[in-house]
């Protein structure tokens, strides 16, 4: 398995926040000044179905899955981002009714919510972002080597990050490369398109944060920026499942 890059703090990662994160009230407001990014641990909720807090057609998704580390991945997943989102609903995380959009990214089946929220998850860690303002995005990656990146870079990226990632050590090379790969995807996200249909280039009202969800781990954010000001940003952190 691939070593994280131990120098991030010191090193490319040194100028991104490494935020402190909170764990907040059992019942959790939105307003609009605020745009939440809770962080779970995937090991926390290694629930199987029925326990798993799962609708009938996610446990029918799990079960086509067949790698075991994927399929719990997935159900671990979906377990934290119910339960990020019951805190909003007030009510089990068993209750949230999902639909889907044309390319899969799921909505609160419920109109009278007003908010929009979008989940990631990379190794043990997942990310839950949180919006009443408007469509929300976010990725999420672990700060690893990995083979081909300058072939992978020349089909995604736009000229100008291709020539920049050209001329970098590999230790920048990694990182700089999951900083744009991050900000695509979570972009991506925001737009509700398939990675290979997204624009390559941000929309110019689309706002891209970066932060260190832990110290080997890089996120991306993406979200709308009111004109006049912008939502504050709160780190919440969901406490894991007690047996």
């Not at 179905?49 to 799990?62: G, I, K, M, Q």
């Not at 079960?63 to 159900?75: G, H, K």
């Not at 300058?150 to 999951?178: G, K, Q, S, T």
Request: proline share 11%.
């Amino acid at each position: 398995m691939p070593q994280p890059l131990a120098e991030n703090r010191t090193g490319p990662a040194a100028g991104l926040d490494l935020p402190s994160w909170e764990t907040p009230a059992t019942e959790l407001a939105l307003p609009e000044s605020e745009l939440h990014v809770w962080k779970f641990r995937l090991p926390s909720y290694v629930e199987a179905p029925p326990r798993a807090p799962l609708s009938p057609d996610e446990v029918a998704r799990a079960e086509r899955i067949r790698s075991p580390d994927l399929r719990q991945r997935f159900v671990s997943a979906r377990s934290g981002l119910r339960r990020v989102l019951a805190l909003y609903r007030r009510c089990s995380p068993r209750e949230i009714r999902f639909r889907y959009g044309n390319h899969g990214k799921p909505e609160i089946d419920e109109t009278e919510l007003s908010f929009d929220f979008n989940l990631a998850h990379a190794g043990d860690l997942g990310l839950v972002a949180v919006s009443a303002r408007g469509p929300v995005g976010i990725d999420l990656e672990r700060i690893a080597p990995r083979p081909h990146l300058h072939a992978i870079a020349a089909r995604m990226f736009p000229p100008a990050v291709l020539d920049r990632l050209r001329h970098l050590p590999d230790d920048a090379l990694v990182f700089e490369f999951l900083r744009e790969w991050t900000a695509l995807e979570a972009r991506t996200k925001y737009l509700g398109h398939g990675l290979f249909r997204a624009p390559r280039a941000a929309p110019p009202e689309l706002r891209i944060q970066h932060f260190l969800a832990q110290a080997d781990f890089i996120a991306a954010l993406a979200s709308k920026p009111v004109p006049a000001t912008l939502p504050r940003l709160r780190y919440l952190e969901l406490a894991p499942v007690l047996d």
